[in-house]
């Protein structure tokens, strides 16, 4: 996310942080270059302008001057002011006094307007809550069936219409039904164009004057960057937004939506989309983006996400067969599955604070597929195999290898660490006495 800025901001504060003083020359230097890093992010310019004038105002101060870390401290107001770019504090998600709550998702075609309503009916039953998906875009046939089909991928129940009906009748027969069985909220999927017109904006308006949405949000594809904040500035105009949903922020963005949405709609930024499965959906922090911008990681989202993904139970077993020496590569092979179901490689790098700056770490994509070669592995082994692998004859390595699409070579090399890695925990158990092994950690290869 956000690599080539992230890179770039970097640079200049390494150099920032190698000077003993800063002098006022220095800094408006560095933000110089910072100006330019975020023009080149397709950060909106009235929007870099007035964010380096406060970042500069304050680095030209005693705050900063008179500071034994000069360097950091400009990092620091760095940090915040990026915060407070791109709104300050978390936004949650509105409840209407009297329920249910109505979510209207608008956006233009494609930006993933109904892979999102999913995605957050999934995140709010996880919250206790029993959403009704509301198939409201009546120009493709096709869309109602992709969302009936997403409900029933999740087990949400989804509203469809009877033929002939027009979106504003199914989205108010659709809030009154939920509101008699007490299904909240109501997330309704509106329908999308190219670009922006009339007939779209008057039929999201009748439906807004109908139902009175809690939260009107704009889904937007942050790849479009600026884009998408000249097409949010329109909706708005027209719909009263009261915040956006950024997607597609696992692609390579540059992250000039990011950054500037906020400041030009002066709506939140409520949640983001991580990737196309329908749990890639997360609430917004600004100051954990503007950590992630700045190199510093994120591992608040990482625990969080480590807390959704391992189970306690699970952990406590998997300590136990450590302890008693009894971990064989079926229990390896679980570990791997949860690891990787924590997302992909290259997003949980992101979130260890100065670990996508080391430099020589092996490339995500490949480290990821080494993991699914190793899981293909075990996979091609018995059971039996599982639990002794020291019955494995070159034979049997040479059909698991097959059976795997892998080689010899690879069937050897991953029992070899296998065996490693056996031998460091004995070691380990030695060393600790029996002592614990830190909770809830996937191992790592190698
Ligand atoms: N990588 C990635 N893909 C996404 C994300 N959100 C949506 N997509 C993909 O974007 C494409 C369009 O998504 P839809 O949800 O159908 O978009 P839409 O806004 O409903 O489109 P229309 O109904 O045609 O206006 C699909 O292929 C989705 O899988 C995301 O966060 N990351
Ligand atoms: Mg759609």
Request: proline share 4%; with cysteine; aromatic share 4%.
């Amino acid at each position: 996310m956000f690599q080539a800025l992230s890179d770039r901001l970097n640079g200049i504060f390494k150099k920032l942080r190698g000077y003993g003083r800063l002098t006022e020359e220095n800094i408006a230097e560095a933000l110089r270059e910072v100006r330019l890093a975020l023009l080149e992010a397709d950060v909106n310019f009235k929007v870099a302008r007035s964010f380096l004038e406060r970042v500069r105002e304050r680095a030209i101060g005693r705050e900063v001057l008179d500071s034994l870390t000069p360097g950091q401290q400009v990092v620091k107001v760095v940090h915040e002011e990026l915060t407070a770019l791109m709104g300050g504090a978390a936004s949650p998600l509105r409840s209407a006094g009297q329920p249910p709550t109505v979510v209207m998702l608008v956006g233009l075609q494609g930006s993933g307007k109904t892979t999102t309503a999913g995605k957050l009916a999934h995140l709010l039953r996880e919250q206790g809550r029993r959403p009704l998906l509301v198939a409201a875009d009546l120009q493709r046939p096709a869309a109602q069936e992709q969302l009936a089909t997403l409900g029933r991928t999740l087990g949400v129940e989804v509203y469809r219409a009877a033929g002939g009906t027009s979106p504003v009748d199914v989205c108010r027969e659709a809030v009154s039904q939920a509101r008699a069985r007490l299904l909240d909220p109501v997330i309704l999927d509106t329908a999308g164009r190219l670009h922006i017109d009339e007939p779209l904006m008057q039929e999201l308006g009748a439906i807004t004057a109908e139902v009175k949405p809690t939260e009107t949000l704009m889904v937007l594809d942050a790849m479009t960057g600026q884009d998408a904040v000249n097409s949010a500035t329109a909706f708005h105009q027209a719909l009263q937004l009261t915040g956006t949903i950024l997607t597609k922020l696992d692609g390579d963005t540059r992250g000039g939506a990011a950054l500037s949405i906020r400041a030009v709609t002066g709506t939140p930024i409520k949640f983001i989309g991580l990737g196309e499965k329908l749990d890639a959906l997360e609430v917004f922090h600004p100051d954990r983006m503007a950590s992630r911008i700045l190199g510093m990681g994120d591992v608040l989202s990482l625990v969080e996400r480590a807390e959704k993904t391992f189970d306690a139970k699970q952990a406590e077993t998997l300590q136990k067969k450590l302890k008693a020496q009894a971990f064989t590569l079926e229990d390896f092979r679980d570990q791997l599955r949860q690891l990787r179901g924590m997302g992909p490689l290259e997003q949980l790098v992101g979130m260890i604070p100065g670990l996508s700056r080391v430099k020589g770490l092996p490339d995500a994509t490949a480290q990821e597929k080494e993991l699914k070669r190793v899981e293909a592995i075990i996979d091609s082994m018995t059971p039996g195999e599982r639990q002794r692998p020291e019955m494995l004859n070159g034979g049997r390595r040479k059909r698991i290898a097959s059976g795997s699409g892998t080689s010899v070579a690879d069937v050897n090399r991953l029992l070899k660490q296998f065996a490693d890695m056996q031998k460091m925990m004995r070691q380990l158990m030695q060393a600790g006495k029996g002592g614990r092994l830190p909770k809830n950690l996937p191992f790592s290869l190698g």
